[in-house]
């Protein structure tokens, strides 16, 4: 890090480096890379995103064989928007963070306020997770197994299994950190269904609609806000069918 550093902080665009990840976490292994986010003026970061290299990896700066920084390009303005309205993941990689290197006076009060659990969503979260789960397993795997369809049926379970992990840790006031490390932080929950991830993973190996209907009732056990399914199709609708009509559109809907 001391080499990262040294290397960029020479350069006038670079504003500041902050630590993410494994290292900020403080849970990086001997092999660990190491992931910063690197702050730059809004003129670069405009020619970083124009050459599409907003993320990056640095070898030369490592130590130790396979080492390499893992580099997002950041500027100011992404920094305020996620203390504001940010994503959990987003949040959750600021975790721990530490300002490295800064030429911005009081940046760590800002970066400090990024990771902090969006208490103010987390009702509606409860509910929308909730309603997710209602489709995915009442209606969604039933027309899977019906039609044979292998495809439907391996969506349904991935955001059965996602939904239902997001509701855990909503429930338990703790971030979202990214599909990768979804399940593994789900274990750490201290409020959770007996076995979570070992159903869930019995679940996406050999799903069913009947494994999804007993998975489902599993979750409603574990926290019901009282949605029938029409309130939850209504819901579902808001938020998977309708949800380009204030925005652009997700990837996946495009």
Not at 82 to 92: D, V
Not at 130 to 159: C, G, P, R
């Amino acid at each position: 890090m001391e080499n990262f550093v040294n290397k960029l902080k020479v350069d006038a665009s670079c504003l500041a480096v902050i630590t993410s990840g494994s290292v900020a976490q403080d849970r990086a292994k001997e092999t660990s890379d190491v992931d910063v986010h690197l702050l730059v003026t809004d003129e670069s970061y405009e020619e970083y995103a124009s050459n599409n290299r907003l993320s990056y990896v640095d070898r030369e700066a490592s130590t130790y064989e396979g080492g390499y920084v893992d580099v997002k390009v950041i500027n100011l303005r992404f920094l305020e928007l996620a203390a504001e309205r940010g994503n959990e993941a987003t949040r959750y990689a600021f975790t721990g963070s530490q300002v490295l290197f800064s030429r911005i006076p009081e940046l760590e009060h800002l970066v400090a306020r990024i990771a902090i659990y969006p208490e103010e969503n987390r009702e509606r979260n409860l509910r929308d997770f909730s309603a997710q789960i209602h489709l995915y397993a009442f209606y969604f795997a039933k027309e899977a197994a019906k039609n044979n369809d292998a495809y439907l049926m391996a969506h349904t379970v991935s955001n059965l299994v996602l939904y239902s992990g997001r509701m855990i840790l909503a429930y338990n006031r703790m971030l979202f950190p990214s599909h990768k490390a979804l399940l593994d932080t789900v274990e750490t929950a201290p409020h959770k269904p007996e076995d979570f991830k070992q159903r869930a993973t019995e679940l996406l190996l050999n799903p069913s609609a009947n494994k999804s209907t007993r998975f489902a009732a599993m979750m409603l056990s574990f926290h019901n806000p009282g949605l029938s399914f029409e309130q939850a199709l209504g819901i579902y609708v808001q938020n998977n069918e309708r949800n380009w009509m204030d925005q652009p559109p997700p990837l996946s809907d495009r």
